[in-house]
C-alpha cells in the first residue's frame, strides 16, 4: 500500500534507491507491518520513502493481482506543508506537475495507471470515486 501524496496541483514521487527497479520514480509505498491499518501503513511508507507526513488520505485505487497473490492499494492524500525529502529507500524525492511527471522513467505500471487515472479524474472536475481494477500477466512465451 501506498500513497499518491499531493500539493497544490503536484504529486510527489520519490527515486527507488533499492531493487526493483532501482532509480526508476514511484509512489512512496510498501508492505504493512503488523498492527496497523493500511492507510497506516500507506502513511508510514510515505515518511519512511519521502520524509513526508501527509493527512487526509482516502483510499484510491485498489489494484488485484493475483498472479503473485497481493493486493496493492493507494491513497490520495494531501502533504502536509510541502515538506519532503528522501529516506533510506529513496535516492531523491520531488514534486512534479502534470506536464514534468518522467513517464518513462517510472518503475512500475501501476504506478503510471494510478497517476493517469488521478490526473484524469481532476481534469474531469468530477471528483475521486474509489477505483479497483485486476492487474492481469500476459501468458509466458512458449519458446
Known sequence: MGCLPVHGS????????IE??????????????????TSQGAARETWEEARAQVENLALYYLFDVPAINQV???YKCDLVD?????????????????DEIPWSELAFPVVSETLKT??????SG???PMRVDTVV????RAD
Not at 118 to 123: K, S
Not at 137 to 140: E, I, L, M, W, Y
Open 10 to 17: 503536484k504529486v510527489l514521487l520519490c527515486k527507488r534507491a
Open 126 to 128: 468530477k471528483g475521486y
Open 118 to 123: 488521478f490526473l484524469n479524474d481532476r481534469a
Open 82 to 98: 510541502g515538506r519532503f525529502g528522501a529516506g533510506p529507500e529513496s535516492l531523491e524525492s520531488a514534486l512534479f506537475e502534470e
Open 72 to 74: 496493492y492499494l493507494f
Open 137 to 140: 500477466r500476459p501468458p509466458k
Open 20 to 37: 526493483p527497479r532501482y532509480g526508476k520514480w514511484t509512489l512512496p509505498a510498501g508492505f504493512m507491518e503488523n498492527g496497523e491499518s
